[in-house]
């Protein structure tokens, strides 16, 4: 184990563990891997200073209503994303891009109508979406269309949406998928 943490160290590949973290983006609060910026009225991801190596992004009870591209540059190492109840209308095929790691996501209540197809293309670890809350109406073709094939989504959550078509077949071929 101690020759691969020193082969990372000096490849730079284990941001935190060489050098001293990096200040809390504000006005988040940050606590070991945890980054908590819930109620904190944000409009916009705060971008990450360097690269500190969050596991948990909480943004909870915030403003946001669109995630841009590139959003989530800085955040690389995050594990599970939090954006339960904000004003996001839509989950757009490259608003989640640069969350390679991240195994849980949960974009409850919020006022999402759409999702675009491949939206969760970029995240081949996940393993829990939350869309409980939202004003989705349909599940559109290809949404949940991926090159890894969602292999590790056990937990779709899609509880309290006026839910009426799921126009997508990717959704049936969910190969891993418990609980729905």
Same mark, same amino acid.
């Given at each position: 184990?101690?020759?691969?943490?020193?082969?990372?160290?000096?490849?730079?590949?284990?941001?935190?563990?060489?050098?001293?973290?990096?200040?809390?983006?504000?006005?988040?609060?940050?606590?070991?891997?945890?980054?908590?910026?819930?109620?904190?009225?944000?409009?916009?991801?705060?971008?990450?200073?360097?690269?500190?190596?969050?596991?948990? =992004? /909480?943004?909870?009870? *915030?403003?946001?209503?669109? &995630?841009?591209?590139? !959003?989530?540059?800085?955040? %690389?190492?995050? $594990?599970?994303?939090?954006?339960?109840?904000?004003?996001?209308?839509?989950?757009?095929?490259?608003?989640?891009?640069?969350?390679?790691?991240?195994?849980? =996501? /949960?974009?409850?209540? *919020?006022?999402?109508?759409? &999702?675009?197809?491949? !939206?969760?293309?970029?995240? %081949?670890?996940? $393993?829990?979406?939350?869309?409980?809350?939202?004003?989705?109406?349909?599940?559109?073709?290809?949404?949940?269309?991926?090159?890894?094939?969602?292999?590790? =989504?056990?937990?779709?959550?899609?509880?309290?949406?006026?839910?009426?078509?799921?126009?997508?077949?990717?959704?049936?071929?969910?190969?891993?998928?418990?609980?729905?």
């Amino acid at each position: 184990m101690a020759p691969l943490l020193l082969a990372l160290l000096l490849l730079g590949l284990a941001p935190g563990l060489a050098r001293p973290l990096e200040p809390c983006p504000g006005p988040c609060r940050c606590r070991g891997r945890r980054l908590n910026c819930s109620g904190a009225a944000l409009t916009l991801v705060p971008p990450a200073s360097r690269q500190r190596p969050f596991s948990v =992004l /909480d943004f909870t009870g *915030n403003a946001l209503s669109l &995630i841009p591209p590139q !959003a989530w540059k800085g955040y %690389p190492w995050a $594990e599970k994303l939090v954006l339960r109840d904000n004003s996001l209308r839509a989950v757009k095929r490259r608003s989640l891009e640069g969350l390679l790691l991240l195994r849980h =996501l /949960d974009l409850s209540y *919020n006022k999402i109508e759409a &999702i675009e197809a491949r !939206a969760f293309e970029n995240l %081949p670890f996940l $393993e829990t979406i939350n869309l409980e809350g939202n004003l989705i109406t349909e599940v559109q073709s290809d949404t949940f269309r991926a090159w890894h094939g969602m292999q590790f =989504l056990q937990t779709l959550v899609l509880s309290r949406n006026p839910l009426s078509a799921i126009e997508d077949t990717w959704f049936f071929k969910l190969p891993s998928v418990a609980h729905l």
